[in-house]
């Protein structure tokens, strides 16, 4: 056709396509993909995460109105699940494909192959050594020498003899050695995409649930039990274990004798009964936090303590409207702890009390009530009462840790110059406007439970454990070929050359050379009798170790 | 008498401190040695080394002739240099003092040293010293000297400063065995990161003075030290070593997530920059085998990755809050 320029040939679909393939593919692609997912990981850590942190995102929110927002649409609350964050470990992915298929197919076919020809001049390798002997030794004698000294080092070996030209006989051997290095990249980057498949798929089938449980209190495995329940995308509730499980007793130990760090919590012991439904089988074990309980195809964990004050309420006659262990959310380290008790029925009017508990109460200089000690040594509740509309009856779901106090009156406490009221525990009160009484009765302790299952949680580990191996093979096995060739002149002198390479980074591949030369002329019986020798530098070191 | 052991502890390690500013120092004056101009005669060098020995206040019995002035008449600096010497052994004295200090603190707390910011950098500190000396019986890596007492002078002064705490028991969250495998295998990484990373320094300051002899005192140090590309090969060794251990740290920190978080992978911070220094090293491997990106720009990688290593010790662990903050800091 003649075309004016060599570079206007035009590409098809079809050759456009092959084009971008070996773009993604590339090495260079592959490391731009690396780099850039290094960099979308930062935001991830600067911004609170909704899978990790989602208080802190509705906080973000509270305090950024502006940003937020605008932070939001580029999602960057979910920066682990967004489109750009996915898009590039999907390209990423896809290029390591694109990569290990055909070094699988390649290796696969060196794997069988014999080790190569032997070049023919081995002085041009940066590793080499050479002796000239005076002994009479036939090529046959030294190439067997070489093959049983290489093939004692796991080299994989083939011997060469080259026809007898104008009075010189030749002879070599070629061999090679560390295949491993090849295989334990390819697992390694195999390995890799068996991780992404079984988190991405994996996920899936699994499901984790938070609950709290009072002590003395049970709770039984089904889905409508769970304060939170967060199911994978192919979760099955019909396939949750059918258990129950109780808190018998919650202990803590805290630090006594340390004075720097007195009251700092030491251990925490959940003693617990679990019971299979069917069979009525009962088991008691205990839940610390670094030991979770396995019970069926679920394991439970320890995540968060606090306490339940016992809290009854009566009507001026006497009779209980609402009586229950009220988990109060520690609010710091001390366990200075905030709950809500909501009384719908049973009152002239629907009554909410928001009450403060102090494990160890003491007073501030400014006269605010605080606790000094996590444990029960002077507990005191305080209740600050209001009447009026708890917004339960509309069915809209609420919170039981939040009072929607914007219906509501308040009787005590705050600026209604009310004193709030205050109750030692066994200790009862009248509530205002003569509406009946309330009392602590006792306090119990609370544990927050995270029941938890993935079932591909041990594929992944056998992943990563095959990333690690795979890492360690093929960083540390040496892949190198040794040639080993020896040539007798006219005259009788005999000369021995050994050369080897590196098929990646190899520091001892010149002492593994000079190892090798010399026990073959020791095997060869010959150290006391050369002639010359030594190991000389090549005199242009330009082995293909260098050709890049 | 728990009191009196951490402050004996302490003290110790104030004394290491002061032991690694003088190994500073003597490293620092082998430095300005190997940067003079190189000497002419064998005469004026020898007498130039007992000059330096008698600065750096040793015996001039211990003054060996210099090696290097032989054949060629003396193109390179010796060899073997006293200040080097003296700078090495106080370098070990340091470090058995800190061993010491890291290791009555333990005693006292009745538990492994690095629970929280303070004992992490001191643990931390003694084990990459460790790994400088361990290489330093292989390879003569004397010439980052400065560059490892000075960063762990800088580690252990900002954290006696700014993260001593009494000693404290350890929290129900961190009482794992976990604690000793996942920490102590990050710290180890961590120390062949730093040395990697010096190499890579140097390596880049190598390779740009081939370009430009501006400085000529810098040029005639940098012509003491190994070529740039003996020093990428050595910082590649160094840093996959970190790399293996790394991916250690990564694998038993998510299994020790899920002993205790319910979840072996969460992206909590500490994670995510556990994950980014991760790739970035990843990266720094594959540089070495892409074309173009062998040599400073690799080195460049490395240097990313061990500022990443350093941001993650020092910044997340402060001022990000995540699952991974440390105990009474």
Redesign the interface.
Known sequence: MGGSSVAAIPLGPGGWLRWMWRQLTSMRTALLLLLLLALAAVPGSLVPQRSADPNGVTQYFTNNPDLAPILDSVQAFDVYTSVWFSSIYLLLFVSLIGCIVPRTIHHARALRAAPPRTPARLNRFDAYRHDTLDRPLTPAEITDAATRLLKGDRYRVIRFEQPARDGTAEASVSAERGYLRETGNLVFHTSLIGILIAVGLGGGFGFTGQRVIVEGQSFINTLASYDSFNPGRFFDPANLDRYSLSLDRFTVDYEQRNRKALGQPIDYTADVTTRWQESGKTDSATIKVNEPLRVGATDIYLLGNGYAPQITVRDPAGNIVFTDDVPFLPQDSNLTSLGVIKVPDGLAQQVGMVGFFYPTQSTLASGAYTSIYPDLEYPLLTLNVYQGDLGLDAGNPKSVYALDTSTLTQLTGGTTEVKSIELEAGQSQDLPGGMGTVSLDSVKRFASFEVHSDPVQGWVLLFSILVLGGLLTSLFIPRRRIWVKTSTTADGAVTIETAGLARGDDPRLQPAVSHLHERLLKALDMASAPVTGAAEPSPTPTGEKETR | M?ADLDSLSVLALYSAMAVYALAFVGFAIDLARRSSPPLVDQATSHSATLNMSARVGTAPTLTLPPQTTTETGATKPPARSTAARVATSLTVLAWTLQIGATALRGVVAERLPWANMYEFSLTGTVVIVGVYLGLLTRIDLRYLGTFITGLTLVLLGISTVQYYV????????L??Y?LVIHVFVAIVATGFFAIGFALSFIQLASARQRETTAIKRLATLLQSLPTAEKLE?LA??VN?IG??LW??TL?AG??WA????????????KE??T??IW??Y??YI?????????GSRSAW?GIVGFAAVLFNFGI?NVF???LHSYS?L
């Open positions: 728990t009494p000693v404290s028991p350890l929290p129900p969250a009482q794992s976990w090969n590649y060794r996959i790399f293996i991916t250690f694998i998510a299994i899920e002993r205790a978080w319910g979840r072996y992978w969460g992206w909590d911070t995510v920059w994950f980014i790739v970035l990843a990266g594959h540089a070495r085998a892409t074309a173009g990106w062998r990688l997340v990000f809050t995540g009474g």
